[in-house]
């Protein structure tokens, strides 16, 4: 199923590139290291030299060395030209150091806040009793993200620093070897200059997509490879294809998109870096002819359009474009992972028999849950609204394909409503991330899944790092111990998990699920294949644990232990005691009757 992320912060909606959070983050771990930076400005105003003095020596060597019959001349001055690049190569070997001690205290800050960002959610994490991020996976993405950082950074400051230092020295050049063709360089160039920054917001929301797409990708392959054999076991193969497949087409379309806005770009190279040479080069004889400007001079305005501008333009739009928009939006996604959390929440004890009152949302909230499974089939499930608070349990009763398994799906956040929403200790289902959601809740289903494998490996499934003494509890409370005890403990084998009985592998289930760090736990006819004194028991343990527990009920008894009872009838669902039911609704008055038939029956 495609589940559309939700942006972490509010921020976001306002941020679509996350681009400004991402410059003030820069600017932040910047502004200690200004001296430094100032140095770097220093040293570049020296490497301008080249670029400022170019078009006006080769003008000179022309006009008074060349054409006027002084060669010598004119080959001192090339040879001057040749000493101010020197110069520059010599200005940029002194800055690097200075480059270094920017961008490397900049590299360690960045880590120490993306580790301590993931400790502290670590630890928030565990003292909530789960687990739900790895931190070692965050860590290892996000010093990834601040490597890029870095070298972005550095390549930035290397070149941005020089190309502008090149653009403004030959725009200097220029104005004062040929004020007249000026105006027909400006002409062209302000609104180039123009289009490139409106362009760069576009190219940033676009190439955040890109990430995001392929961020996508990755996360979707992660979880199919680690899925694996569950895929295979459940048939999955065609859903989890489709997921991969739209995963892969939306960052086709991403790519797509980005190429379209890219080209652009090539128009802001035209217009402001080869327009102006031809506008000089067509306008030069008149201007020439009118003694407005000496061939030397036309020659040495073309060399500042031509070596100096327009490359720098093409860098500037070809390169360095991309450089401030990656930068830009890994910043942002930094910024973004290191922020202090909106859906953080307190720290509590993993369990405790004593409840204090607490401020706490609710476990479980429906508010108005409406779904049918087309546009024009009836809703099987209408304007539903109930809570189950911490540790409440909750059983669903009604006739065979009332919407049963359809609610928990909707609970699960295995179905999105169509109207209103289910929220999992005040937060929506909708907003928790894929993985979350997975460790956050377990369904059970009626036939139970048991792979090929040691006892410990089915047990452990859902929570690899659970501990010896947490499964013998879980065993023990669910009535599953015998069964372990019968297959040879926790490392004998299940080489063929068919050979166990359907009750028996509902217990494997069922303490799997127990050990698990869920938080809500559904039980659809989950207990069917139990006698009912080991059904009463699992269900009972279930109800002391941690968190909700929703029990589609297979027998009147579940409805009986249950705190409160959710009748569907298909048409106004009635929650209540068992007690207010019997009063207040003939189905359920009925069921309890007809189960009572069934039961006594047999
Ligand atoms: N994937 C689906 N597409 C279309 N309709 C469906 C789908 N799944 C279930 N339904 C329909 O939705 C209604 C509710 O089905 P659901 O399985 O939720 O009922 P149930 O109460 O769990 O039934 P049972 O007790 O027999 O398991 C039924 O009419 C069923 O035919």
């Known amino acids: 199923m495609i589940r559309r992320e939700q942006p972490r912060h509010a921020a976001a909606a306002s941020d679509p590139g996350g681009m400004r959070a991402g410059w003030s983050l820069l600017a932040a771990e910047l502004r200690p290291r200004k001296p430094a930076l100032v140095r770097v400005l220093g040293w570049s105003v020296l490497e301008g030299v080249p670029a400022l003095l170019s078009g006006a020596l080769v003008a000179a060597a022309i006009d008074q060395g060349f054409l006027a019959g002084r060669p010598g001349v004119g080959f001192a001055l090339l040879g001057m030209l040749g000493l101010a690049m020197l110069l520059r190569v010599l200005a940029t070997y002194a800055m690097f150091p200075h480059l270094a001690s920017v961008v490397e205290p900049l590299r360690d800050a960045l880590v120490r806040r993306v580790v301590g960002d993931a400790l502290d959610t670590a630890l928030a994490e565990q003292g909530g009793g789960a ?27 290397r070149t941005l620093r020089q190309l502008a230092v090149t653009v403004v020295a030959a725009l200097v050049g220029l104005a004062v070897l040929a004020p007249l063709a000026l105006p027909l360089v400006l002409i062209p160039l302000v609104p180039a200059g123009w289009l490139f920054v409106r362009l760069l917001g576009p190219l940033a929301r676009r190439r955040r997509d890109l990430l ?117 939006v890994v910043t942002g996604r930094l910024a973004e992972a290191t922020a202090p959390r909106e859906d953080a929440e307190p720290a509590q004890p993993a369990a405790g028999p004593v409840r204090a009152p607490s401020p706490r949302p609710a476990a479980l909230d429906v508010y108005g849950v409406t779904f049918a499974y087309g546009p024009h089939a009836a809703p099987v499930v209408a304007d539903l609204t109930l809570t189950v608070p911490d540790r409440g349990h909750l059983a669903v009763v009604g006739p065979s394909g009332v919407g049963k398994s359809t ?61 010896e003494a947490e499964l013998d509890r879980a065993v023990r409370l669910v009535g599953c111990r015998d069964l372990v005890a019968r297959l040879g403990g926790y490392e004998a084998g299940i080489p063929d998990p068919t050979a166990l009985s359907a009750g028996e592998r509902q217990l494997v289930a069922l303490a799997r699920t127990f050990v698990s760090p869920a938080r809500l736990v559904i039980l659809d006819e989950a207990t069917c294949h139990l006698d009912p004194a080991t059904e009463a028991l699992a269900e009972r343990a279930f109800a002391a644990r941690p968190g909700a527990l929703v029990v589609i009920a297979h027998r009147m008894d579940s409805a009986r232990r249950a705190d409160r009872v959710l009748v569907l009838d298909g048409h106004i669902p009635a929650v209540g005691t068992h007690e207010e039911l019997m009063d207040r609704s003939a189905l359920y008055a009925d069921l309890t009757g007809h189960w009572q038939g069934v039961h006594t029956a047999r």
């Open 131 to 157: 687990r739900r991020t790895d931190p070692a996976a965050a860590v290892a993405r996000l010093t990834e993200q601040v490597e890029s950082c870095r070298n972005l950074t550095a390549s930035l400051l």
């Open 212 to 328: 995001l797409a392929d961020e996508r990708i990755a996360a979707e392959t992660g979880r199919t490879v680690a899925g694996l054999r569950d895929i295979v076991a459940l048939g999955a193969q065609e859903r989890v294809l489709g997921d991969l497949g739209t995963a892969i087409d939306a960052q086709a379309h991403a790519t797509r998109q980005l190429a379209r806005a890219s080209a652009l770009r090539l128009l802001v190279v035209g217009v402001g870096a080869q327009l102006p040479v031809v506008l000089l080069v067509a306008a030069a004889p008149v201007l020439i002819r009118h003694g407005m400007l000496t061939p030397g001079e036309v020659a040495g305005a073309v060399l500042y359009l031509v070596k100096e501008l327009g490359p720098a333009l093409r860098a500037l739009t070809a390169t360095v474009g991309d450089w401030i928009l990656e930068l830009g």
């Open 407 to 467: 609610l928990a799906a909707l609970l699960a956040g295995l179905l999105a409503p169509d109207a209103g929403g289910v929220a999992l200790y005040g937060i929506p289902v909708a907003a928790l991330d894929p993985a979350r959601l997975r460790r956050d809740v377990a369904v059970v289903p009626q036939e139970a899944y048991v792979f090929a494998g040691t006892v410990r490996e089915n047990l452990t499934y859902l929570h690899p790092a659970a501990t």
